[in-house]
Every structure is written in C-alpha cells, then in structure tokens.
C-alpha cells in the first residue's frame, strides 16, 4: 500500500528539498547563515538525512539500523572531507578529497548500492539524499565557486542552452537512427503532456546529473586540466554512466550519444557556469527522445 501523501512522508520531503531549494534560490543568505554555526555543529547537521529514512521507513519499512547508520554517518562524513579539502586546498585548485567524495557518490549511484535500503516506490528519497549530501559538502561546507547552482531561469540560459541543443541534434539524429538506438515515430503529444514530460525529466533527472557532472566534475577538473579536456572527460565520464541503460549487457550505442550529448551539455554549462543552461539542453533532448524517438 503507497502512503505517498501521509503528513509523515510530506514531512521527509521538506526535510530532504530544503536544502537544494534554498541553495537553488538564497544560496549566499544560506551559507552566510550555517558558517554561524560551531564547526562541530556545521560538519554533523547534514545527519539529518538519518532522520528522512527513519520517517520514510516508519510509514513503509522495514526500518534498519544499519541502514539508519549509513544515512546518519555518510553525509557527515562528506562534509568532514569537504572541510578538509576546503582547509588544504583553499585556492580551490581541486584536492584529492574532492575526487574520493565524487566517486563514492558517483558509484553508490551508478550501481544503485543504496536503494535496496528504502520501499521500492519511494526509492527517490535516496537519490536526494545523495543530492543533498554533495550540495552541503561542496557548497556549504568547500565553499566551491562557478558550480551554478541557481534555478531562477534567465532568458540567456534559454538562448545558451536551445542554441546547443541544436547543434546537438543534427548530429545525435541520423547517428542515433543509423546505430538503431534511435526509433522514430509519428505521434503529436498534446502541449500538456510536452510540457509535464520535460519539467518531470528536469526535476527528477536532469539537475542531479547536470550538478554532479558539469558543476562538480567538469568545475573541477577545468582547474587542472583546462576547458576542453575537462570538457571530454566529463563527457566520456558522462556517456560512461549510462553503460547499463536499457540494457543487460555494455550499452555502447547509448554510451557513444550521451558522450556526444555531454559535449553539448558542457559546452552550455562552461559559458557562463550555470547549471540551469546544460539542463535545459539535456531535459530538452531527453523530451525529445522519449517522446519521439525511444
């Protein structure tokens, strides 16, 4: 039985959205406001993802101590790293820290090592979770500058990121329908379903894998490596992602078009640092896909 409306899993979901909405929208008044905090108190507040599983399982369980342990000791134990990495590494040139914190959450993601722990249609909490973890150990906690992580649209992130999507799409088509990845079919969704597809694939999909890849990723590694490598191993880092997609065995078509697609999408990110540019780019093709071509 899905309890998805009971005040108890409402109250999960405002605990665990809280964070990214107001580093979305007040990230300087945020982060202005928790370095007030003892740094004892600083590096421990994110263990309130424990008490998000601990309400999503008491409505739905089984609830797990161990489970409970690792929600309770993970986001802490990035923003411990965080703190260390911010601490060495103030000139933000990018600290072995960083790289560990990006790669555990990468895999726990990746291999869906964690979603074993939540009720099968709730698993979405997880994915936030893991979200909220890297956005209070890189923004709050490193202090991170050009991740741009800001969700108030401007008309220029519009221009930037349908400008790539159509360089993008002339490529990944004939490519996409050569390999046989790509279907098409003739069909007219109405404005609403148009619509209601890309604002759910930019929620749910697209702004996790836009600040994991471009914000945190590619920021990074522009510091060390320059603009266009960063910009090809992010997007090889990217296209790797979706090896298992759709498919039992190595995806290699799938990994070839979202590489490609990754090119694009950094290329909207790295123009002005803004997250909400490659999302538009990426929710816009993955709209297209689904509604046309999957």
Not at 89 to 97: E, I, L, M, V
Not at 118 to 134: I, T, V, Y
Not at 252 to 258: I, K, P
Request: aromatic share 14%.
């Amino acid at each position: 039985m899905m309890h998805t409306w009971s005040p108890t899993l409402v109250a999960a979901a405002v605990i665990a959205l809280t964070l990214p909405l107001a580093l979305a929208f007040a990230e300087r008044w945020l982060v202005a406001s928790l370095e007030r905090l003892p740094l004892r108190g600083l590096l421990v507040l994110p263990a309130s993802a424990g008490l998000v599983y601990w309400l999503v399982v008491l409505v739905d369980g089984p609830f797990r101590l161990g489970w409970l342990a690792v929600y309770l000791g993970l986001p802490v134990a990035v923003a411990v790293l965080s703190w260390e990495a911010r601490r060495c590494d103030p000139a933000q040139r990018g600290n072995w820290r960083d790289f560990v914190i990006l790669l555990l959450l990468g895999l726990i993601v990746e291999f869906r090592l964690f979603e074993v722990a939540w009720p099968r249609h709730l698993g979405g909490f997880n994915r936030l979770l893991l979200l909220d973890c890297g956005l209070y150990g890189f923004l709050v906690i490193r202090r991170l500058d050009n991740v741009g992580f800001h969700l108030v649209p401007r008309l220029k992130d519009f221009k930037i990121g349908l400008r790539e999507l159509a360089f993008y799409a002339p490529i990944a088509g004939p490519l996409g329908l050569g390999l046989g990845f790509l279907h098409a079919h003739a069909e007219l969704p109405s404005l609403q379903r148009i619509a209601g597809a890309w604002i759910s694939i930019f929620v749910f999909v697209v702004l996790v894998e836009e600040t994991y890849f471009r914000g945190w990723w590619q920021n990074l590694l522009e510091r060390h490596l320059g603009r266009n490598w960063s910009l090809a191993i992010t997007a090889v880092l990217f296209g790797l992602s979706h090896f298992n997609k759709g498919a039992t065995h190595f995806n290699w078509r799938y990994v070839l078009l979202a590489t490609l697609a990754g090119l694009f999408y950094g290329r909207a990110w790295r123009e002005e640092h803004r997250i909400m540019a490659s999302a538009i780019t990426h929710a816009s093709v993955d709209t297209i896909w689904l509604l046309w071509f999957r």
